[in-house]
């Protein structure tokens, strides 16, 4: 069964880190680029940045709304994929779901989502 | 990047049949992949390769994709159909993935 865990939410003032982390299982790892989306309050999907498998270069790509702020990792031998968030902002308030796609096309499998709050 | 339009809200009664559209410049020569949000929980895919359904997807759950206009067809609707549903792409020039806005289907 394929299980996507996020983990490392909460509440953060504006201006300070947090680290997500999302913890894979029963699907090959190593071959899926890993993406993260999130989704503020009563709002759509938003993409927030992926990291390519090894095979393909492990390089990121980001949304402009975060490029310089955020940075994504991948650890294959523990199948995890982190999200860093540097200087966060009011508007990054958002449920941060971890995806994986392996076509570079659609998502089969997501977390259930962990919930960033940016607030003073 | 490229842009998908979807309608804010589709209200259909049960049994009947629901249309969901997503607009997009030429979007008929693209893939699209529509996924389902219920209140509190993760997109679910039901759509890929616009007409493809994931095991255990109902049959009631249909794709089309032409032109400038990508179609979610839930035939038979259910009350537990009552959901966001979100088109999305892979943009190939802009190397990322596209949402559209979603849509909130009621179920009246």
């Known amino acids: 069964e394929v299980q996507l865990v996020e983990s490392g939410g909460g509440l953060v003032k504006p201006g300070r880190s947090l680290r997500l982390s999302c913890t894979a299982s029963?699907?090959?790892?190593?071959?899926?680029?890993m993406t993260w989306f999130r989704q503020a309050p009563g709002k759509g999907l938003e993409w927030v940045g992926f990291?390519?498998?090894?095979?393909?270069?492990?390089?990121?790509e980001y949304a402009a709304s975060v490029k310089g702020r955020f940075t994504i990792s991948r650890d294959d031998s523990k199948t995890i994929a982190y999200l860093q968030m540097n200087s966060l902002k009011t508007e990054d308030t958002a449920v941060y779901y971890c995806?994986?796609?392996?076509?570079?096309?659609?998502?089969?499998?997501w977390g259930q989502g962990t919930l960033v709050t940016v607030s003073s | 990047s490229y842009v998908l339009t979807q309608p804010p809200s589709v209200s259909v009664a049960p049994g009947k049949t629901a249309t969901i559209t997503c607009g997009g410049n030429?979007?008929?020569?693209?893939?699209v992949h529509w996924y389902q949000q219920k209140p509190g929980q993760a997109p679910v895919l039901v759509i890929f390769?616009?007409?493809d359904r994931p095991s255990g997807i109902p049959e009631r759950f249909s794709g089309s994709n032409s032109g400038n206009t990508a179609t979610l067809t839930i035939s038979r609707v259910e009350a537990g159909d009552e959901a966001d549903y979100y088109c999305?792409?892979?943009?190939?020039?802009?190397?990322?993935?596209?949402f559209g806005g979603g849509t909130k289907l009621t179920v009246l």
């Open positions: 995806t994986g796609t392996y076509s570079y096309s659609h998502f089969d499998y």
């Open positions: 029963g699907f090959t790892f190593g071959d899926y680029a």
């Open positions: 990291i390519r498998s090894k095979a393909y270069g492990g390089t990121t």
């Open positions: 030429s979007i008929g020569s693209k893939s």
């Open positions: 390769y616009d007409t």
């Open positions: 999305q792409l892979w943009d190939s020039y802009s190397d990322h993935p596209v």
